[in-house]
């Protein structure tokens, strides 16, 4: 018999908007994250405000728990993870761990919402000192800051004088194997920038770039303000290294439109670090047996035009754990993802009814 | 062909005369903010002769590099022939706009590099501004515009040899000049009076200033017309 749950593997903004969706649409999810909780990358990594609306996103978050829990065909499981897949499209056999506990669940079809991780300025290189010096940060660090609405500098508690972003930390670096745009740190560094400008406005911050990538409204919601509102600096070069000099931190780089070498002393330096997979997307890839594409994301052979198909029948993906992707695009897959999976379920079970 | 020096300034004093341009009125509509793009740079003339940037102009004031604003406003304005052809900026921004500023500020706040830039200027303006009409090539200083080429000092020195090369009288020369009616001098000396430019002369050229204003006040007062 076919099964009538969509099982819905993660429980951040792409899971928790593709279990509303199915909820919505009549049917049954169920909802599998790691964590304790549900929320995601914006709770586990202390998100202070959406972008591009500087909503709170612990605020937002909530609804989008809220509006899952309020469902009665959504059930959740937290601190559980999915260990191994039987079965085929309407009718998997899903092995899910509960600490020592395991329970094997049926589901028609699957969401994988194991979204992205943050880039770790540790790995491969070391010459922005993130693990060597403590007023390195990154957007995230920075978030954690924002929250408490706050800025200091670690090593001082006082508020920075100067403060840089350094973008495209862990993107489009063929050196170190990550060769895509993360395609949200223009945004978030210059919403971030703005944070940083409205808590402190004395300080002075500065971009470095190699292009703003502020696609659609974020144009003028965010770059605009950043630089005409909050006279933030947008410096088009990249920073080679920073080095400790005295109390300072010092970034040097090129200044390449006006031709000229930087050596800019700095109080903070927030690294922009882009997207990776996740963990667990890539442990869903290998427990599913869903392909990879090249960058190591949940492959989607139909894009651009279905951007939520991956490359078994029945399982889908939704946000990050397919590439980067900004909240918009994340709860666009989901309510799509959602929609393919529903309608397999009913496909499937109204060729499965008796005839006569 | 001399380059204008850009004196050594106190921190305290370029701060001051960046805040005079930043405090004009027409600040705000002029400046945005800079994509650094380089379409004013495409398009502006003085940019294909000269090392000139309306965008790196723009930037500077932007970024508040007061050093490098320090340079600009005191040697780079000069290049800007003005013609506004940088009014093209996607963020809508006027570099042509902000050089008028910076040379208003330049010339009111006496910086010496502004008196160098407009000596070669005090001639033309003696002309204009007396008799409100046009420059004539007799009136030229040659060694004001070495940017000119070596002919100018040529044709100078044998002006006279070239106009009867002419068939026609064009009347232009200092000592002649097509006739201004009464009544347009006095709205021009008045426009002069009233909206600063004689003080803006006084703070460049207080010996130009004194003669033009002796030849005005000799007008408006045939005409029963008292300037303070």
Redesign the interface.
């Known amino acids: 018999m076919p099964s009538d749950t969509v099982l819905i593997i993660g429980g951040g903004p792409a899971g928790l908007t593709a279990a509303r969706a199915v909820g919505e649409l009549g049917g049954r999810a169920l909802v599998v994250e790691t964590r304790e909780r549900l929320g995601g990358m914006p709770d586990e990594a202390n998100y202070a405000a959406l972008t591009p609306d500087f909503r709170p996103a612990s605020e937002a978050v909530a609804e989008m728990v809220a509006a899952v829990e309020a469902l009665p065909g959504v059930s959740v499981r937290t601190s559980t993870r999915v260990t191994a897949r039987e079965g085929e499209a309407g009718d998997f056999r899903l092995t899910l761990a509960s600490g020592e506990a395991t329970e094997v669940v049926e589901a028609g079809a699957v969401i994988i919402a194991t979204g992205f991780q943050h880039f770790d300025p540790g790995r491969e290189t070391q010459m922005y000192g993130y693990y060597e010096y403590e007023d390195v940060l990154t957007l995230q660090d920075l978030e954690a800051q924002l929250k408490e609405h706050r800025v200091v500098v670690p090593s001082t508690g006082k508020a920075p004088e100067t403060l840089c972003f350094i973008q495209c930390v862990g993107s489009r670096d063929r050196r170190i194997g990550n060769t895509w745009c993360s395609k949200v740190c223009c945004g978030i560094a210059s919403k971030e920038a703005i944070e940083v400008k409205r808590l402190a406005p004395q300080c002075k911050v500065f971009i470095f770039y190699i292009d703003m990538r502020m696609y659609g409204f974020w144009e003028d919601q965010l770059y605009?303000k950043a630089?005409?509102e909050h006279?933030v600096?947008f410096i088009?070069g990249i920073v080679t290294e920073v080095i400790r000099r005295g109390e300072k931190l010092v970034v040097k780089g090129e200044d390449t439109?006006?031709g000229r070498p930087v050596e800019a002393p700095m109080d903070m330096v927030v690294l922009s670090v882009g997207m990776e997979p996740s963990r667990g997307t890539v442990e869903m890839s290998k427990v599913l047996g869903v392909p990879l594409e090249s960058h190591g994301f949940i492959a989607a052979p139909g894009n651009p035009l279905d951007t939520v198909t991956t490359e078994v029948p029945g399982i889908f993906v939704a946000g990050a754990a397919a590439g980067p992707k900004d909240l918009e695009d994340t709860v666009g897959m989901a309510g799509l993802a959602a929609a393919r999976a529903v309608a397999l379920l009913r496909t499937a079970a109204s060729t499965a009814q008796p005839v006569g | 062909m001399t380059v204008p020096v850009v004196r050594e300034a106190t921190p305290e004093r370029k701060a001051e005369i960046f805040g005079k341009v930043v405090a004009d009125v027409r600040f705000q509509d002029y400046v945005h903010g800079c994509y650094e793009c380089g379409i004013c740079v495409a398009a502006c003339p003085s940019a294909r002769f000269y090392d000139f940037s309306p965008r790196k102009i723009t930037q500077a004031v932007c970024r508040e590099d007061l050093d490098l604003f320090w340079e600009h406003v005191n040697v780079d304005v000069w290049n800007c022939s003005q013609c506004f052809s940088c009014d093209r900026c996607p963020r809508g921004n006027s570099p042509g706009g902000l050089i008028t500023i910076m040379r208003e500020v330049a010339v009111t706040a006496g910086l010496r590099s502004a008196k160098e830039a407009l000596e070669g200027g005090e001639r033309v303006v003696y002309k204009i501004m007396s008799t409100g009409t046009q420059v004539s090539p007799d009136m030229l200083q040659p060694e004001a515009f070495p940017d000119w080429g070596p002919d100018v000092q040529d044709v100078s020195r044998n002006l006279d040899l070239w106009r009867r090369a002419l068939p026609p009288e064009t009347l232009h020369t200092t000592t002649t000049a097509w006739e201004i009616d009464d009544k347009t001098l006095v709205e021009l000396y008045l426009i002069w009076h009233m909206t600063g430019v004689l003080d803006m002369i006084k703070a460049v050229d207080e010996g130009l200033h004194m003669i033009l204003n002796d030849v005005m006040e000799e007008l408006l007062e045939d005409h029963d017309i008292v300037v303070s």
């Open positions: 605009w630089q005409e006279h600096q088009r439109t006006m």
